[in-house]
């Protein structure tokens, strides 16, 4: 049971380029988030998926897109990176999406957009 | 929305307790979490509290809730190095997410 494993771990992008973030969770979690974090700033909510097929906007969705067609896999597309897009992404996953439930989050993505 | 606030860093010695503060703006919150990040990591989740309580213990760690206020905290007793890392207090139900502090540096120190 690996819990929410992230790909890359690490990447560096120039200005203009396109990249994908994977996410995967083994738990059949139905919910699936992707925060950013930024130095002395909490985590902000980018996009979030309430189940396969599905996704919403949150906090901070300008300039980033996701798919979720599978329910254990959720993707972050960035279409043309921008050097305000450099953080530390993050993906969590929960079994729904109500207060009570845990959200279990992944190590992390380190981006830096040149 | 949601306002939350933490202090930026703490320095405590080895052996000592560690308070770690977080106010927030809305009441209307039902449960508060507090979250560790150590250096490289994604965030594990401590512990947390439901709104109608005013206190939870669990080991080393004691949270304490004073609503009126709006006003959370969170003790860890005989502090060790291990417990080195960023503290962030998150809120919620919110918009299917939580709400989260910039996080609090606990530098314990031997």
């Known amino acids: 049971n690996a819990g929410v494993t992230q790909t890359p771990k690490f990447r560096v992008l120039k200005t203009g380029q396109s990249m994908t973030l994977l996410c995967a969770q083994d738990?059949?979690?139905?919910?699936m988030y992707w925060y950013r974090q930024d130095p002395g700033m909490g985590l902000r909510l980018i996009h979030y998926?309430?189940?396969?097929?599905?996704?919403a906007k949150g906090e901070v969705p300008d300039g980033y897109n996701v798919s979720r067609l599978k329910k254990q896999n959720f993707l972050l597309g960035l279409e043309s990176a921008a050097p305000s897009q450099t953080s530390v992404y993050f993906c969590?996953?929960?079994?729904?999406?109500?207060?009570?439930?845990?959200?279990?989050f992944g190590p992390g993505t380190r981006l830096l957009v040149l | 929305g949601e306002d939350v606030e933490q202090s930026l860093f703490l320095s405590v010695r080895e052996g000592d307790s560690s308070v770690i503060n977080c106010t927030y703006t809305d009441s209307s919150s039902t449960y508060l979490y507090w979250y560790k990040q150590e250096p490289g990591a994604g965030l594990q989740l401590l512990t947390y509290i439901f709104s109608n309580m005013d206190m939870k213990q669990d080991q080393r760690l004691t949270v304490l809730l004073n609503k009126k206020d709006k006003h959370l905290s969170l003790r860890i007793a005989d502090t060790q190095t291990g417990d080195s890392a960023i503290y962030f207090c998150a809120l919620g139900p919110g918009r299917r997410a939580l709400t989260f502090g910039s996080g609090t540096r606990l530098q314990v120190q031997p």
């Open positions: 738990m059949n979690h139905e919910y």
């Open positions: 998926s309430v189940g396969e097929g599905t996704t």
């Open positions: 969590a996953s929960s079994w729904t999406g109500t207060f009570q439930e845990t959200q279990y």
